[in-house]
């Protein structure tokens, strides 16, 4: 999975230590959209993970249908890209590290690195990049997760159009498929700091669909991110044409007028030393966790809170280990029992989230004031 998205998960972003690290993101909130006029260049990336077949699908189909997207599309220049091969060939996550964690400025400007993903990485950069100055607009990212994520939606706080897009997306898709359909915003303190693929394009975006097993097709997982994908180039496209007030203003009567778009952002760790948005398997040996998902969770992506108390995980012995409320009283999973998150280079463990919303204007989280909300 990406995701990107709240936490040093899935795909996208940076994973902070302690309490302050989530406000401090916010505080410091600087780059904007550079995609205030036109969108041209969009390059769409599938198998960022090797063993995630649908966004290779699904690239190989934009690959076979050219004329018909520059009929539908005529603003946008599409490609794509099968963002790591070799990992592809041999049907794994990745060879020696996770490519969708190889993208921060540190990183790219490192020294030379034996790592297949590595050098991958730098290859990738040169050719949508480079991350300083990139000469991709938009950079898509299709990922799938063995849980039940539904479309998620993952996009960088902060960025105005990638954030409207997210809106855009969300509602129309509710009219086309029967799954859940979440937006997830990641803190933003700094492009440079990303460790996504996405972040190579000036603007990126990435969709996440599951439930669907690693190195299997499903053709309605193919279906559901076909459809985000398309709802989301016929809004670039749109955007193009009419551009950001008058996309802003169609999307706010959608949303009944209401600039609040709720979406889902990382469960700041309460406790210091504790990891925002992430708690770790207590026990491993290797990528071997030694302890389960209590039942009563699993599949309850977004959907069940966890409280302060509930059972969360069951050891070897049948005892259960309850949430300690390391993130809070009572918070909301994603990415529960994801397979790629067996693997300590992805982030082993499973991502907290909360809810909250986002302004529609400017894509930043909306500070409710605590003091009012107490009266």
Partial sequence: PAAASLS?????????????????????????????????????????????????????????????????????????????????????RFVDSDLNREFTSEKLQGKESSSVEAKQAQLLNERLGPKEDPKTDVVVDLHSSTTNMGITLIVPEGDE??????????????????????????PYPDRNLRPSLSSCGKCGFTIEVG???????????????????????????????????????QVLEWYN????????????????????????????????PLVL????????DFIKPLNKGDPLFVELDGSIIPYNGSHGDSVHLMFINEGGYYYASSGAGISLVIPTFYDLKTGKFIVEDETATMQ
């Avoid at 780059?31 to 969009?42: F, G, T």
């Avoid at 159009?161 to 990641?186: D, E, N, P, R």
């Fill in 211 to 249: 439930p669907v097993p690693q190195g299997v097709l499903r053709h309605d997982a193919v279906q559901h991110t076909q459809a985000a994908l398309h709802e989301f180039l016929k809004f670039l496209h749109e955007y193009n044409t009419m551009g950001l007030s008058q996309m802003q203003q």
């Fill in 293 to 300: 998902i209590h039942e009563s969770l699993q599949d309850q």
């Fill in 161 to 186: 159009v990638m954030t409207l897009a997210a809106a855009y997306v969300a509602h129309q898709c509710q009219k086309k498929v029967k799954c859940g359909i979440h937006i997830v915003v990641h």
């Fill in 8 to 92: 040093r998960s899935p795909e996208d972003v940076v994973m902070k230590m302690g309490a302050a690290a989530i406000s401090q993101s916010a505080e410091t909130l600087a780059v904007k959209s550079s995609l205030l006029e036109k969108v041209r260049s969009v390059v769409v990336a599938g198998g960022t993970h090797g063993n995630e077949y649908t966004g290779v699908w699904c690239i190989r189909a934009l690959e076979e249908q050219k004329k018909v997207l520059k009929t539908r599309y005529p603003s946008l220049s599409i490609d794509t890209i099968l963002a790591n091969p070799e990992a592809h060939v041999n049907n794994q």
């Fill in 257 to 288: 007028d209401s600039p609040k778009i709720p979406c889902w952002r990382s469960a700041p760790a309460k406790r210091d030393g504790e990891m925002s948005g992430k708690i770790p398997w207590p026990k491993m040996v290797g990528n071997f």
